[in-house]
């Protein structure tokens, strides 16, 4: 179970960091990941992060603004988002999967998202 938080209402170029905290698995064993959805779009992949290497991706609208990270410890995973701009709202899912990748259909556990929405 995935439960995501942090989201909230900032100005363009603030900064939020989401959490997403799971319980009843295994967490370190899954590759874990963020997507974002906006009101009439598809659902769109933000980043994701691997287990042992703590290898990160991220898609091209995010990259060098938003960065991924993890706590196996904690059974936490983070997205700390700076830089913020209006086409960043969206509400964000928190994922959990075996085979990872930037498509949806590759995760198997999902949060119950978050929103996040920038003023300008």
């Known amino acids: 179970q995935l439960q995501a938080s942090g989201g909230g209402l900032v100005q363009a170029g603030g900064s939020l960091r989401l959490s997403c905290a799971a319980s009843g698995g295994t967490f370190s064993s899954y590759i874990l990941a963020w997507f974002r959805q906006a009101p009439g779009k598809e659902r769109e992949f933000v980043a994701r992060i691997v287990s042992s290497a703590g290898s990160t991706y991220y898609g091209d609208p995010v990259k060098g603004r938003f960065t991924i990270s993890r706590d196996n410890a904690k059974n936490t995973l983070y997205l700390q988002m700076n830089s913020l701009k209006p086409e960043d709202t969206a509400v964000y899912y928190c994922?959990?999967?075996?085979?990872?990748?930037?498509?949806?259909?590759?995760?198997?556990?999902w949060g119950q998202g978050t929103q996040v929405t920038v003023s300008s």
């Open positions: 994922a959990a999967g075996g085979s990872g990748g930037i498509y949806s259909w590759r995760y198997t556990f």
